[in-house]
Each structure stands twice: as C-alpha cells, then as structure tokens.
C-alpha cells in the first residue's frame, strides 16, 4: 500500500518568511495529492491540490510543487501570517479510485509576530 | 447546503463499554471515510464505503471496530469493549467520487475518551 513521510514534524518561521514543507510517497500509481490544513480543535481543511499531470500549482501565497520521478510532493507558503500556523497535512490517493487517502505525519507550523 | 456532521461532539466512556459514532455525510455523497486521529499524531485510516460496494475494512484496527452504513447515507462506528488507547478524536469525510472531484470534506469530529 501507499505509504506518505512528510518532514518537519515542526516549523517556525518568522512571520512573512516563506515555509516549505515536503512529502514523500511510495506508490507511483498514485496520482492526487492534497494538502490539508488543520487549526487547534477544528477539522482538515483542503487547501490546495495538484495531480500529476502538472508539475507546479499556485494560489495566491500558497504553491504546491509535485516531482512524479522522484516521487516528491511540497507544499510552500510566502509571506506567511500569524494565521497561518496550524497544522498541515499532506496526502496521496489514486484519483477516481475512491480509494482512501494516505496521509502524512503532519507538520506543526508555527508564524512567529 | 451542509457541511458533514457527527455526534456526539465529545463521548467519555468507562473501559469496557460500547460506544456508537454517528456521522451524517453531505447530502449526495457516496464515498464515506473514517479516520482516527491521536493526540498531536496524524490521520490515521479505518474504514471506507463506496456506494453499494463491501467498504474497505482495511485500516480497522482490531475486531472491536465495525462501521456500517445504511442507505447509502447515514454511518455508525462502533467501538466495543472500549480501552484506554481507543482514546482519540475519531473523523469522518464524504466524498463526491466523479471523474476530477475526489476532494474529501471532514466532520468535525467526535473526542472519544476512555477512563
């Protein structure tokens, strides 16, 4: 089965400094790969997604990179904010499959004022 | 429209007893996924149903868990004979599976603590 490691487990970055985070994945079947994010007591959100048809997706300050060959997926976000710290979650899945998400570990990010 | 619901918001429960989680996905909907998530840990996959196919059972973790769904809807997770390290904020996500949409939308979760 698909397996995600996802690194760092924490980040702190000043506030509007960039920050990245990266994830692996192991089955290259898998082809849907989001990112959630998840503030203290509240429910994943997705923020953004990419599929493998593309290399580079972009929304406002946040940007996901996806490398199908190294199989290699990261999340970068510019200019963060102080409400921008939460956890975030990356996942792999086989679009159109239903099949469930794999998700990472998580990283705690911290945007210090 | 809705967004998923579950209930209760918080269940404290004595070792040894039973539990039912309850999630009401988005209306339409035909995937609905369980997960567990541990204090500070990740997601962690339990169960999955998919319209009117056997769900995928994969990620229960022991036979105390079962999960059903009735109508294509509503679902409960059952939990027996409940232990200390069943304690954990159980989620649950529907999904509109069509060709490009696979986005999964999460309830807000159920705090389940065993004493």
């Known amino acids: 089965g698909e397996n995600v490691e996802q690194h760092p487990s924490t980040l702190s970055v000043q506030e509007g400094d960039s920050a990245v985070i990266k994830c692996t994945y192991s089955d290259s079947a898998s082809n849907y790969f989001p990112w959630y994010k998840q503030e203290l007591g509240k429910r994943p959100q997705l923020i953004i997604d990419?599929?493998?048809?593309?290399g580079e997706k972009k929304d406002q300050r946040i940007a996901v990179t996806l490398n199908k060959t190294a199989k290699h997926f990261s999340l970068h976000i510019t200019e963060t904010q102080p409400e921008d710290s939460a956890v975030y979650f990356c996942a792999a899945s086989l679009e159109g499959s239903a099949r469930q998400l794999t998700f990472g570990s998580g990283t705690q990010l911290t945007v210090l004022p | 429209g809705a967004g998923v619901s579950q209930s209760p918001s918080n269940k404290v429960t004595e070792k040894g007893k039973d539990v039912e989680l309850r999630c009401d996905p988005i209306s339409g909907h035909t995937a609905l996924y369980w997960y567990r998530q541990s204090l500070g840990q990740g997601l962690e996959f339990l169960i999955y149903f998919q319209g009117n196919s056997a769900p995928d059972k994969s990620g229960l973790p022991s036979d105390r868990f079962s999960a059903e769904r009735t109508g294509g809807s509503v679902s409960t997770l059952t939990i027996q004979r409940t232990q200390q390290e069943d304690s954990a904020v159980y989620l649950c996500?529907?999904?509109?599976?069509?060709?490009?949409?696979?986005?999964?939308?999460f309830g807000p979760g159920t705090r389940l603590t065993v004493t």
């Open positions: 990419i599929r493998s048809n593309v």
């Open positions: 996500a529907s999904s509109l599976v069509a060709r490009g949409v696979h986005e999964q939308y």
